[in-house]
């Protein structure tokens, strides 16, 4: 059971915005950075969004984030079919733990 | 350009111990400020942390799994390694090496991952 709480799919058509949820507490989305990742099939993950809403340079700016509480999202916006993934939310814990979200399966229809 | 790359057996035995290294190349652990990670990815499921090494030798792991694992470093052959003990079918998984650049789960580095299965 993670403690960060994420919806186990979503689903969009090309050129459409989706968003993605992570719910979690003051001990780990209140107080510390969210990033983001992307797994391909069969790939292993890739940081997508770090620090809450950076993107690295090779990531389009077509993915962004935010943060507000204890929760952040991630939003997909002109989306594409290579944007089917399985996306993953990651937060430090104060509990000396590090945590993933449940991870959330898109479906480009 | 930093590259990560796990190995070790691809079947261990149940009860008995899980040993991997990851081999470290484009980045020297000695003197980098990262973190060496490694994360796991049961058949299906999600991505879980296993727990962190920094280059001095100071180690963080998951409070689940605490009692049975150890993260040790040698940056003279820029690697580090990760042992499992007593393990069971629950620890068959996708097992991934990573480097974080910021302690808080930012890793921006991954090995391409190594399948792991607990059978007999």
């Known amino acids: 059971q993670s403690v960060l709480t994420q919806p186990p799919s979503v689903s969009g058509t090309p050129g459409q915005t989706v968003t993605i949820s992570c719910s979690g507490s003051?001990?780990?989305?209140?107080?510390?950075?969210v990033n983001w990742y992307q797994q391909l099939p069969g790939t292993a993950p890739k940081l997508l969004i770090y620090n809450n809403n950076e993107r690295p340079s090779r990531v389009p700016d077509r993915f962004s984030a935010s943060k507000s509480g204890t929760s952040a999202s991630l939003a997909i916006s002109g989306l594409q079919f290579e944007d089917e993934a399985d996306y993953y939310c990651a937060a430090w814990d104060d509990s000396l733990n590090g945590s993933f979200g449940g991870g959330t399966k898109l479906t480009v229809l | 350009q930093v590259l990560l790359r796990e190995s070790g057996p691809g079947l261990v035995q149940p009860s008995q111990t899980l040993s991997l290294t990851c081999f470290v190349s484009?980045?020297?652990?000695?003197?980098?400020?990262?973190?060496w990670g490694w994360i796991r990815q049961h058949p299906g499921r999600g991505l879980e942390w296993i727990g962190y090494?920094?280059?001095?030798?100071?180690?963080f792991y998951n409070p689940s799994l605490k009692s049975r694992v150890t993260i040790s470093v040698d940056t003279s052959k820029n690697q580090f390694s990760l042992k499992l003990t007593s393990v069971t079918a629950a620890d068959t998984a996708i097992y991934y090496c990573?480097?974080?650049?910021?302690?808080?789960?930012?890793?921006?580095?991954w090995g391409q991952g190594l399948l792991v299965s607990v059978s007999s």
């Open positions: 003051s001990s780990n989305i209140g107080g510390n950075p």
């Open positions: 090494i920094y280059y001095s030798g100071s180690v």
């Open positions: 484009g980045d020297s652990m000695r003197s980098s400020d990262d973190y």
């Open positions: 990573a480097r974080d650049s910021s302690s808080w789960l930012r890793f921006d580095s």
